[in-house]
């Protein structure tokens, strides 16, 4: 059954961990007498996702001593991912478990179901004709103190996780339950996760196996849906034949650099003819010839140029990808572009740079033939998450008007000659590239 696999390939380490680690006092006494008593023989389904706890497990010493992805301190993976340093704590201890868990579920007796959420458009149990939960809130009631539980059910679709919103529903006070404010808010999706059996104190919890990359999402995850049937629909209204390389090499550079910027920490997302692609058809322009993603220029700015390309050759080939070209300067106008590594064509990956200017958001555009550059604006953004070939990417949650500044308000309609220096709508005037250390190649 389910927790099997997980405790044998972790016994040895649980072993080690935690024994008399400061995290034994940082879960509140009550919850952990909670765990402890009343979930002791039934924890093998759930798992601990509430971020002020999972904060204080990342920051215990002992943990990090095993832990392989603590590759930054957390100070600096809150910078990375733009979260806040500390998680608010109200007192609801948020756990999850997976759907398919969902009918082993035993909660404690003394356990009291306060109200369930199914959603009206819920995933439905064919089997059993009823609507799957997606949310789950439980109290227990003991002389002064009230012990609250929200469980989160997390769906495995694709390649991704998915989790519905609690607040469709009216008999749900959303002042009362903070929790909502990390789950259950609107749809999220996540990274398919694993998970990690510790030892606190004298109880063992699971936890999503890669702490920081989980909480890293928590903001970003608010899901919005393309319907695939809208590719279909796109190509016969403008008879566009789809083409199978094309899907084939995105799929590849996406898969390539989500493995690689997410063992760098480094947040990205999709941009320009690729954040089109997906607008308009929930799939990539047919007659494109490269893909376009965005990361924060801040990395670049922090890392510095020379070491940041020094990491991008060294860690893209695990990745089936490799540095093709370095563009500019971290300071100010900063893009890399890659190659996949098993393909042949002349297929691109462009990695921009997204710097803030105070009140817009900008990219650079260079013409190393022409020796000049010019910047891309845009209206700044925040992040939400998208589904692609059945994977989870990030996109500007308000990429309309990004659409629109960029390719002006007809971005639905198709025009297979665009081109970046006559078409684009939103660039700045043309600068001359300094000569030295501009543009470089490693081909
Ligand atoms: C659906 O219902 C069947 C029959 O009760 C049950 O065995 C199964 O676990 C349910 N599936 C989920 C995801 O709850
Ligand atoms: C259907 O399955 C779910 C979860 O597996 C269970 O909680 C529920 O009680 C079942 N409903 C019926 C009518 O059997
Ligand atoms: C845990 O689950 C078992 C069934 O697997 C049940 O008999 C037992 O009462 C549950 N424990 C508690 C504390 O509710
Ligand atoms: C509740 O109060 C009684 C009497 O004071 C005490 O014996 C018991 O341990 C308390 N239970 C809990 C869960 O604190
Ligand atoms: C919701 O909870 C808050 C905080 O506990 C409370 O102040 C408020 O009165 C509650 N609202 C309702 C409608 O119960
Ligand atoms: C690409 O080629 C390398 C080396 O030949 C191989 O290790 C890797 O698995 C290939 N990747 C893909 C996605 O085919
Ligand atoms: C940022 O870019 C916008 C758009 O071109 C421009 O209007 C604004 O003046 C710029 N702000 C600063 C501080 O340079």
Redesign the pocket.
């Known amino acids: 059954m389910f927790a099997h696999n997980v405790i044998i390939t972790i016994l040895i380490l649980i072993i080690n961990i935690l024994i008399q680690s400061k995290a034994i006092y940082v879960l509140q006494k009550q919850y952990l007498d909670l765990l402890r008593h009343d979930f002791k023989h039934n924890l093998s389904s759930l798992f601990l996702i509430e971020p002020y706890f999972l904060k204080q497990i990342f920051l215990s010493k002992n943990f990090q001593k095993f832990q392989t992805d603590a590759i930054y301190e957390w100070d600096e993976m809150m910078w990375r991912y733009n979260l806040p340093f500390d998680f608010k704590w109200n007192h609801w201890l948020t756990v999850g478990i997976f759907s398919d868990e969902l009918s082993n579920l035993m909660m404690p007796k003394n356990f009291i179901e306060i109200f369930k959420i199914t959603g009206n458009n819920g995933i439905y149990n064919k089997s059993n004709q009823t609507f799957i939960p997606h949310h789950i809130f439980y109290q227990k009631k003991s002389n002064e103190t009230v012990l609250n539980i929200h469980l989160v059910v997390f769906f495995r679709i694709e390649n991704f996780l998915w989790i519905g919103s609690a607040l469709k529903t009216n008999n749900i006070n959303h002042t009362q339950i903070m929790s909502l404010n990390y789950f259950g808010k609107y749809e999220q999706i996540f990274d398919p996760f694993k998970l990690k059996l510790i030892y606190l104190s004298d109880i063992f919890i699971l936890i999503p196996d890669d702490i920081s990359h989980f909480l890293s999402q928590l903001f970003t995850s608010r899901y919005l849906h393309c319907p695939p049937e809208r590719n279909d629909q796109w190509l016969n209204k403008y008879n566009i034949k789809e083409e199978p390389s094309v899907v084939e090499y995105f799929r590849?550079s996406m898969l390539g650099l989500k493995g690689l910027l997410r063992e760098m920490r480094m947040e990205f997302w999709l941009k320009a003819g690729s954040l089109l692609g997906w607008a308009r058809q929930c799939n990539v322009i047919p007659y494109t010839e490269d893909s376009d993603f965005g990361t924060w220029a801040k990395y670049a700015k922090k890392i510095g140029e020379t070491e940041l390309t020094k990491e991008f050759s060294e860690h893209s080939p695990k990745h089936?990808i490799e540095l093709l070209f370095q563009f500019g300067r971290a300071h100010n106008s900063i893009e890399y572009s890659f190659t996949l590594?098993?393909h042949s064509d002349n297929w691109k990956i462009d990695l921009f740079f997204v710097y803030h200017n105070g009140t817009h958001f900008t990219t650079s555009l260079h013409f190393p033939t022409r020796g000049q550059w010019a910047k891309l604006f845009y209206p700044p953004y925040e992040l939400c998450s998208v589904v692609l070939f059945g994977y989870k990417l990030l996109a500007p949650c308000n990429y309309e008007d990004v659409l629109s500044i960029e390719y002006g308000p007809n971005w639905h309609e198709p025009v297979i000659e665009w081109d970046w220096v006559e078409s684009s709508q939103n660039l700045g005037p043309w600068m001359v590239s300094p000569l030295r250390g501009f543009f470089k190649s490693f081909q």
């Open positions: 590849c089936s590594m098993n």
